[in-house]
């Protein structure tokens, strides 16, 4: 494993067989090097996930285009989605998570070290499942196939009736085993968060990435956890016979919707919560402030996670519900844009009269930020029943999403990884380099998801492999797939970035952002142990408090 | 940095003029969501133009403050290495920042919950015209039970001037999977669920064809699931449901193509009114002709794509429900001649 | 920066809550979300299986199992302040007991199960009723069984002599998990047997 290779020679490994540290890397329990293979398995299925969306966007280039088939496009719609939501934004999320909650508490470890491991291994056998279907997706039918029923996986599709072959069940068999690690991942972060924290830190003296955290793990127990109980459903009916969302005996399509977004809304705040608490570190240091209204955040990241779960049926406003059921769940859709907005102004609060310094993660929040704000503000369109029978299902929903999710999560990721690459690699990363891959990527993103509005607007579906040219469709389809090359070539510099860095990188020293959190009073790459010996601490920013004595925050706290 | 801004500034404005770019394409292929010609589609309208309205404020103002914060606060090249003060936080901003938005939430819901209501709960006037609409897969079957017509594909409804309005209900029922009818123009969308009857309305004030599409991931051929609407004057409808109720006439010049039709598997899944042929699989074929498209939009109905679907449907539309029956070339041309009277 | 200068006056005492009740209490509610949903489809299919048989036909409430379920929890409260005395002999009888009732418990569900399969020819493919109860039922018998397993693994420890009162902590969590799979058997009760007819 590469960052392992270089921190070799700074730990007490120095100098063991390939062999040794790769055995040492699969039975680890340590959250760092956890933390770590989280983040480097979703790497990978980012770029899976991505060439697929590449091969999405070259079939759609021209009208009538014969790139794909059909069957052949709506599985790679289905396996994008599906791959980038459960194998690339979850995981990654929690090996940020794993990597960063105990060393910003003052812990040695998680609450569940063993729990930890196979909570990952879990999650990485769930996605080769997904993958494994690519070859034993129809069984003994023939040839292997890949799912094709979209990420939602609506009934009755997945009846056996209409879904032959095996390729549906290894789609649920993934997601449902990914979801037991995810649910094991949750627990942890809570037990750790709860009991493991350093004395001194009281919960409202804590980070607002452990406060995060905690909030986006309740929200995985109560979410993912009716995923996993509907697909326990929809396997009963594939294999007993059951008739859960059997439509011929009696059993409801609309129900499996219910269930599904009952986890499927909260879900898109369990990837973004995260991200909120990325940005929520990097601008305060490269803003030389603390962050803004410090309670305020935590409160309306808490309101966040409550209103998300009363707002599922925002994705079902067509399914012909009763009016007042549209006029609530538009009520509550709109209402989650309150807390959501309170956050993005205390950035700006934070910001205000601090020094900006624009390195690579100040650039990236900036960027979440503008991208951010503009993608709320689509959602709340979505979000207005009636607007929403015309937007629905079209590539307006599609470009919501992607802005929020490549230009918020993603965005807010590429922040994270260069704010602590230093950290955890003990290197620092090319500038330049991030700077370059900053513009590329943030042409490539403009490019395709500005546009992708448009084709929504003038009427163009989702999940089609192909259309009628002269609707108006045609050149905009044309430039949003243009986009995706900018796109391509950015994380190819990052990339790149990152393995240059950590073979060359200029060493960075414990602190280099001059930063606030425990993390950064500790080696780079930390001890297998974190901290020789455990902190104290006294207010939000103990190293604040250290490297100003004259006026440290817990005089104000 | 600048630079950067200018891009994504630049990016937003072009997100926003996209907002009214009109299809390059002739009217009769437009599905813009901006140009309704249809009551319900028409309250959509308005109330998106008050969404976009507040949002687009909303953008402005945020949008504002965060350049503004980005090019005021950023660290000057004269800079004496100190730190800014420290300010951790103030309430009544925190306050100020929380109600507004309150407000511009209760207004915007106010308002969506009034065209909610317009829509969805508008009574059902007696001059109504009903048709139930029936998803296939990948293929829409139009019933008239008032009229006695059945069709496919192709939506026939009277044109409803403000005057004295004609709306036409449709009842939208699924045969297998979810479909969801789309024509941007006339409504917005309405999923068409197995084993659940839903609804919705259109009262078009303008003759002419319009174009829509399934809207739901219904399986392979989602994509080619397209729908037509053609807004007929009240003439014209009338003259078209008098030809419709008409069994298929008979023609003996092609009996040879008809005893093919009805000794090959197509009587199992096709009905031709008026002859043994009565499947229900697929669309009736009794007034094929009447239709300008095939197979749900998939091409022309012409005698070249007709005779090309029967030879093998996959050419047309990869993934479709029918199957190809391999007859031989004559055979194949006396079954062309014979549904090309299918008038 | 060294890490000693980390050291700073810390509060005098600081106590957190133990990580395995916590830990619990998060599986917990994430169990609990799961049978919300099982609950949710089996009230949603009240009433619409297409044919028969249906619940009034076939059902009689299973009282003795209850309540041997429910007394099962009040063995295991009483087992752990045995722990903590030291007192194995009491610890080991309480615990006994429990796993003796949650048997109890476990085989008339199977038996209850035999005689809808054999003589009501009811089957979890036979109607929406069908589907739903053995899927609620089923869910938490499982729950059951794994309970038991664990009670099981505890009570040959404890004959082994390897259980002593510093396992107190992990009896407690144990038992709180006891005590939900009862909790839930409430609901399901209610409204499998009480609603549901
Ligand atoms: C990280 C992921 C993420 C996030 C954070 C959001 C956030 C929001 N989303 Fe989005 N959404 C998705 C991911 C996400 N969404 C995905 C993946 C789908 C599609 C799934 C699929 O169909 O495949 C989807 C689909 C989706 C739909 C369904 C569309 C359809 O299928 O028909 C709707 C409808 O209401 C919606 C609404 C919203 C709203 C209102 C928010 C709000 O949270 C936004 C709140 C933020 C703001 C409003 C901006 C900042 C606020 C201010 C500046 C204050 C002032 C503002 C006001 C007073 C309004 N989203
Ligand atoms: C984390 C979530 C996530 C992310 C990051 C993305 C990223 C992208 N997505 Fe996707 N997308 C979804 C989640 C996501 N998407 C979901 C949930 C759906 C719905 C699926 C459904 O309808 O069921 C969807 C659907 C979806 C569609 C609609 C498909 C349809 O409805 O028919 C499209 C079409 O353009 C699309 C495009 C893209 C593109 C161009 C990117 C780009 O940003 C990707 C850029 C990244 C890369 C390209 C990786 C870099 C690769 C390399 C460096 C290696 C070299 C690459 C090559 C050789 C090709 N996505
Ligand atoms: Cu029918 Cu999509
Ligand atoms: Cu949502």
Known sequence: MASDSIALPRTEEAGRGLVEVLHDWVVTVDHKKLGLMYILYSLVFLVIGGIEATIIRLQLIVPHNHLVSPQVFNRMMTMHGTTMIFFVAMPILFGFGNYLVPLMIGARDMAFPRLNAFSFWLTAFGGLLLYFSFIGGTGLYGAGSAPDVGWWAYAPLTARAFSKGHSTDFWTIAVLVSGFGSIGTAVNFIATIISMRCPGMTLNR??????????????????????????????????????????????????????FWIFGHPEVYVLIIPCFAFVSEVIPVFSRKPIFGYPVMVGATVAIGFVSLSVWAHHMFTIGMVSYANAFFTFSTMVVGIPTGIKIFNWIGTMWGGKLIF?????????????????????????????????????????????????????????????????????????????????????????????MHIPGLLGMPRRIYTYEPGRGWDEL???????????????????????WSLWKGRDAGNDPWDAWTLEWSTSSPPPEYNFAQIPAVRSRRPLWDLKHPEDPDWKYE | MFLGLGVMLAGSLLAAAGLYADSSASPRQVSNIFKPLSTPAGEIHRLSLFVLGVTGAIFVVVFSLLVYAVVKFRKRGDDDGSEPPQVYGSNSLELAWTVIPGLIVLVLFLATARVIHAIQDAPQPPSAVEVTVIGHQFWWEFRYPALGVVTANELHVPVSDPAHPRPTYLTLLSADTDHSFWVPQL????????????????????????????????????????????????????????????????????????????????????????????????????????????????????????????????????????????????????????????? | MSQTSMAMPAEPQWALPGRGP?????????????????????????????????????????????????????????????????????????????????????????????????????????????????????????????????????????????????????????????????????????????VGR
């Open chain 1, 206 to 259: 804590m980070p607002l990435l452990a406060w995060l955290n905690l909030v986006m793990a309740g929200l995985v127990l109560v979410t993912i956890s009716p995923l996993t109980a509907a697909q326990i459903m929809l396997m009963l009916d594939r294999y007993l016979g059951a008739h859960f969302f059997d439509t011929q005996a009696g059993g409801s399509a609309a129900i499996w919707m219910h269930f």
């Open chain 1, 359 to 451: 390195k690579a993660p100040m650039l990236f929040c900036i960027g979440f930020l503008f991208q951010f704000l503009i993608a709320g503000l689509t959602g709340i369109m979505l979000g207005a029943a009636p607007f929403d029978w015309q937007l629905g299902n079209s590539y307006f929903v599609v470009a919501h999403f992607h802005y929020v999710i490549v230009g918020g999560i993603l965005f807010a990721l590429f922040a994270a990884f260069y704010y602590w690459f230093p950290k955890m690699s003990g290197r620092m990363y090319s500038e330049p380099l991030a700077k370059l891959h900053f513009w590329l990527f943030l042409i490539g993103f403009h490019l395709t998801f500005d546009l």
């Open chain 1, 477 to 499: 389809n044309l430039l949003i797939t243009v986009g995706v090359f900018f796109q391509i070539a950015g994380v190819l510099v990052f990339v790149g970035n990152l393995l």
């Open chain 2, 187 to 343: 409504n917005g969308k309405t999923d068409l669920i197995p084993n659940r009857v839903n609804h919705m309305w259109i009262d078009p004030y303008q003759t002419g064809m319009f174009l829509g599409q399934c809207a739901q991931y219904c399986g392979t051929q989602h994509a080619k699931m397209l729908l037509r609407v053609y807004v007929d004057s009240p003439e014209e409808f009338d003259r078209w449901v008098e030809r419709e109720k008409k069994p298929a006439q008979m023609n003996d010049a092609v009996s040879a193509g008809r005893r093919i039709f009805e000794t090959t598997a197509c009587l199992n899944c096709h009905a031709v009114s008026g002859t043994v042929a009565n499947g229900l699989f697929g669309p009736d074929l009794t007034h094929l002709m009447s239709r300008e498209t095939l197979a749900s939009g998939a091409a022309l109905n012409t005698h070249a794509n007709l005779r090309l679907w029967i030879h093998d449907p996959e050419a047309l539309k990869p993934g479709s429900l029918m199957p190809a029956m391999n007859l031989n070339d004559q055979d194949l041309d006396a079954l062309v001649a014979y549904l090309e009277t299918l008038k």
């Open chain 3, 22 to 194: 916590v830990g619990m209490y998060s599986l917990i509610l994430a169990e609990s979300a799961i049978f919300i949903i099982f609950v949710v489809a089996y009230l949603f299919y009240l009433g619409k299986s297409l044919t028969g048989p249906y619940p009034r036909d076939v059902l009689e409430l299973p009282i003795f199992a209850s309540i041997c379920l429910l007394s099962s929890s009040a063995t295991i409260h009483f087992a752990i302040p045995a722990l903590r005395k030291g007192n194995i002999g009491a610890f080991g009888m309480w615990w006994f007991a429990t796993l003796a009732l949650g048997t109890i418990f476990l085989t008339s569900t199977g038996l209850e199960w035999r005689h809808l399969i054999y003589e009501k020819g009811l089957t979890i493919s036979t109607n929406l009723f069908g589907t739903t109860y053995y899927s609620l039922v089923g869910l938490h018998a499982f729950h059951v069984t794994v309970g038991l397993i664990g009670l099981a693994l505890g009570m040959l420890f404890t004959l082994l002599g390897q259980v002593k009162s510093e396992h107190a902590e992990r009896a407690h969590v144990f038992a709180l998990y006891w005590h939900f799979v009862d909790v839930v058997w409430v609901v399901v009760f209610t409204v499998v047997y009480i």
